[in-house]
């Protein structure tokens, strides 16, 4: 199996087999790495349970690691356990977080990740991390969406693999702010030598991120990812949770108020107010351009993750380069969509929808969605 970076194309270097083979931790090894799992080491918590930080020794480097221990009372368990280290002890990309290894002792089942300092995407969004610029995001939203295309046709094995759980709380940050995508737990498998791969399986995942289709069907293809990274991009522009229950339940979706947004014209009012400034109107029209393609109802006129990260380049290399014109006093200049005070987005106000009887196709969909899914976790999990 080769291992692959950067672009998505395979390394001219072959893993070693000791990158392929998944380590058994003893027990002793994390608790000792987790002092008896003290609570002051817990740097996130998920479905999944508890993630601690601790140091242990990988090979003969004593490394810094994210340490991911199963809650007994989660309703996840053995299957998507053994699915993580099936998947990422298979599986070696610059833009997947890496598994050290795994320890399963009498009802412990642990993971042992490589730790990401920077926490994850949602953090920087809708948490207290630090606000990221508008080029941070772009770059973060290309290697996510790397990650995702060597998932999908790049792994130079004779599957692919369908995440089933693409959202912003499982996109890690590197320390220098690469994007990682975590928690393998729900992904299938499928053939790469078919150009629509289709598992029938039961609905998973995170509700504001599922894929209609899959969500109505069962049938999981790659371009239900797909879906699920176009919320990702919103999420990203708008700095909008995918489900905010504090609304009204037929605004609750963030897939729904920024399409309506988009559709009555109002493009300036999705824009996180703390990135406006940045933005070309050139550049905003793409990206958003590139994510209503992903939230496309029919799978088959969605865009390959390949086709993404095309896309999302260009967008990178348009803004970098309009920048790159304008001195830091000017620009100022690019914020084309100045708003009344009241209007600011903070992230959390919302432009009215249409009333129930409009689209009411599409509103009972997502509220029978929202009914039936609960909310997953952050962090590892």
């Known amino acids: 199996m080769l291992a692959a970076c950067g672009d998505g194309k395979e390394s001219d270097h072959p893993s070693t087999e000791s990158s392929q083979t998944c380590r058994k931790f003893e027990f002793s090894e994390i608790l000792l790495a987790t002092d008896n799992f003290d609570e002051s080491l817990v740097i996130g918590k998920g479905g999944f349970g508890k993630v601690f930080k601790g140091k242990i020794i990988n090979g003969s480097s004593l490394v810094v690691a994210a340490i991911k221990r199963l809650d007994s009372m989660s309703t996840q368990g053995a299957t998507e356990f053994w699915a993580e280290v099936e998947m990422l002890s298979k599986l070696h990309h610059c833009h997947l977080v890496s598994l050290f290894g795994y320890c399963n002792y009498e009802k412990e089942?642990?993971?042992?990740?490589?730790?990401?300092?920077?926490?994850?995407?949602?953090?920087?969004?809708?948490?207290?991390?630090?606000?990221?610029?508008?080029?941070?995001?772009?770059?973060?939203?290309?290697?996510?969406?790397?990650?995702?295309?060597?998932?999908?046709?790049?792994?130079?094995?004779?599957?692919?693999?369908?995440?089933?759980?693409?959202?912003?709380?499982?996109?890690l940050l590197h320390e220098r702010w690469a994007a990682k995508?975590?928690?393998?737990?729900?992904?299938?498998?499928?053939?790469?030598?078919?150009?629509?791969?289709?598992?029938?399986?039961?609905?998973?995942?995170?509700?504001?991120?599922?894929?209609?289709?899959?969500?109505?069907?069962?049938?999981?293809?790659?371009?239900?990812?797909?879906?699920?990274?176009?919320?990702?991009?919103?999420?990203?522009?708008?700095?909008?949770?995918?489900?905010?229950?504090?609304?009204?339940?037929?605004?609750?979706?963030?897939?729904?108020?920024?399409?309506?947004?988009?559709?009555?014209?109002?493009?300036?009012?999705?824009?996180?107010?703390?990135?406006?400034?940045?933005?070309?109107?050139?550049?905003?029209?793409?990206?958003?351009?590139?994510?209503?393609?992903?939230?496309?109802?029919?799978?088959?006129?969605?865009?390959?993750m390949a086709e993404i990260v095309v896309g999302l380049n260009s967008v990178l290399a348009s803004e970098e380069k309009t920048s790159s014109f304008l001195p830091p006093d000017d620009r100022k200049k690019l914020d084309i969509f100045p708003l009344p005070s009241n209007g600011e987005n903070s992230g959390r106000t919302v432009v009215p929808l249409p009333s129930k009887g409009e689209n009411s196709g599409v509103h009972s969909t997502c509220g029978r969605m929202f009914a039936q899914q609960s909310k997953a976790a952050s962090y590892y999990g």
């Open 181 to 304: 995508i975590s928690d393998f737990g729900l992904s299938k498998i499928g053939p790469t030598n078919q150009i629509s791969t289709t598992v029938i399986t039961g609905v998973k995942g995170t509700f504001g991120y599922f894929d209609p289709n899959y969500f109505t069907t069962g049938k999981l293809t790659r371009k239900s990812d797909v879906y699920a990274f176009g919320v990702v991009l919103l999420e990203v522009l708008c700095r909008k949770r995918a489900v905010d229950r504090s609304l009204d339940e037929d605004h609750w979706g963030l897939v729904m108020w920024a399409q309506e947004s988009i559709k009555e014209g109002n493009l300036k009012y999705i824009i996180d107010s703390g990135i406006r400034g940045q933005i070309s109107t050139k550049c905003l029209k793409e990206f958003v351009q590139i994510a209503e393609k992903c939230l496309l109802r029919n799978p088959k006129l969605r865009p390959t």
């Open 109 to 171: 089942m642990i993971l042992i990740y490589e730790y990401m300092p920077n926490g994850t995407l949602e953090d920087h969004l809708h948490k207290l991390g630090t606000p990221l610029t508008w080029l941070q995001r772009l770059k973060i939203c290309i290697g996510a969406a790397r990650g995702l295309d060597y998932l999908h046709t790049r792994t130079g094995i004779e599957f692919g693999v369908i995440h089933r759980d693409v959202k912003s709380s499982n996109i």
